[in-house]
C-alpha cells in the first residue's frame, strides 16, 4: 500500500526546471531513499510534498490526501528534520520538546508522557536537562527527530540526517531511524550523500540527476543491473549521474555544516 505517491511532479523557477516530472511511490513503513548530487532538485522535491513550496505542476498525494485540496490534513500526517538546526541551544532537550508540543497542540495532559517517551526512545533522558549548546552533533540530530515525532506523524522527512556528524554518531541514529519504523511502522522518507547509509537503511531507492528522476528500485537489484564485479551502490549513483559524491561534532560545527549544505543542496 502506497502511503506517499507523486505524480509528473515538477517545480520551475523561470526557465529552470529544479523538478522535472517526478513520478514516485512509497510504501507505507518503508524507509525509502530520495538521492542525487547537490542541485539534483531533492530538496526542492521534499519541500513541495510537504506543502513547504506550491508545485508548479503534477499531483503529490500523502496518507490518501490529495496536496493541491488538503495540504492542512497532509501536515497533520508528517513529520520534517530539516539540514538546518531546529533545536535551540540555550534550551534544554526537555524544554525544546516542550516548545514542540505545544506547536503540534498535543493536549497539556499529554505532553509530559509524550517528552519523556520521546527522550527514552532516543536515549537523550540522562541528558534531558542539559543545555542543547553542550550535546555532541549526533545527541542533537536524535533531540531533532525527537520533536518531529512528538504528534505521532505517519510519515517523517529527514533531510540529510547525519550530515556533519562522526561515523560513531552516524550509526547512532541509523539505529533510532530503524527503531522509529520498526516500533511505530513511521514510513521514512530521508535524502542523503551518504551510499553506505542508503544502503544500510533504505529498502529503496530513487536517484534524481538535474531535476529528473534517473533510476528507482531495490539497492540490491540496481547494483545487479549494472553487471560488474563486486558493484557498490556508490557505482549505481556514478552511473546515473556521471558525477562524484560530496564528502565535527559540536553543536556550532553541526550549525555551520547543515547551512552549507542547505545552501549547496
Not at 529498502?203 to 547494483?223: E, F, Q, T, Y
Request: aromatic fraction near 6%; charged fraction near 25%; hydrophobic fraction near 40%.
Amino acid at each position: 500500500m502506497f502511503i506517499l505517491t507523486t505524480e509528473h511532479l515538477t517545480r520551475r523557477f523561470g526557465d529552470l526546471a529544479a523538478v522535472d516530472d517526478l513520478t514516485i511511490s512509497v510504501e507505507e513503513g518503508e524507509i525509502f531513499g530520495l538521492l542525487g548530487p547537490n542541485g539534483a532538485g531533492k530538496s526542492t522535491a521534499i519541500k513541495m510534498i510537504i506543502t513547504l513550496l506550491p508545485p508548479t505542476s503534477g499531483r503529490v498525494c500523502v496518507g490518501g490526501f490529495d496536496l493541491a485540496h488538503d495540504s492542512n490534513k497532509i501536515r497533520r500526517l508528517i513529520g520534517y528534520v530539516p539540514q538546518i538546526l531546529s533545536a535551540d541551544g540555550t534550551l534544554t532537550a526537555r524544554e525544546n520538546l516542550t516548545v514542540f508540543a505545544s506547536l503540534y497542540d498535543i493536549p497539556r495532559k499529554e505532553r509530559s508522557k509524550r517528552i519523556d517517551e520521546s527522550l527514552a526512545l532516543m536515549e537523550l533522558t540522562e541528558a534531558s536537562d542539559k543545555l542543547v549548546k553542550n550535546y555532541s552533533g549526533g545527541m542533537i540530530r536524535r533531540l531533532e527527530i525527537a520533536q518531529s515525532m512528538l504528534h505521532r506523524p505517519k510519515v517523517l522527512f529527514l533531510d540529510e540526517p547525519t550530515i556533519g556528524l562522526d561515523p560513531v554518531g552516524r550509526k547512532a541514529v541509523w539505529d533510532h531511524i530503524q527503531k522509529l519504523r520498526d516500533n511505530f511502522r513511521t514510513t521514512i522518507f530521508l535524502t542523503t550523500h551518504y551510499m553506505e547509509e542508503a544502503d544500510k537503511l533504505c529498502s529503496r531507492v530513487a536517484i534524481m540527476h538535474l531535476g529528473k528522476l534517473a533510476v528507482a528500485g531495490v539497492p540490491a537489484d540496481l547494483k545487479i543491473s549494472l553487471n560488474i564485479d563486486n558493484p557498490t551502490l556508490e557505482d549505481v549513483f556514478t552511473h546515473y549521474t556521471g558525477g562524484i559524491l560530496d564528502r565535527g561534532d559540536s553543536y556550532r560545527e553541526a550549525r555551520n555544516t547543515r547551512r552549507t549544505a542547505k545552501r549547496l543542496g
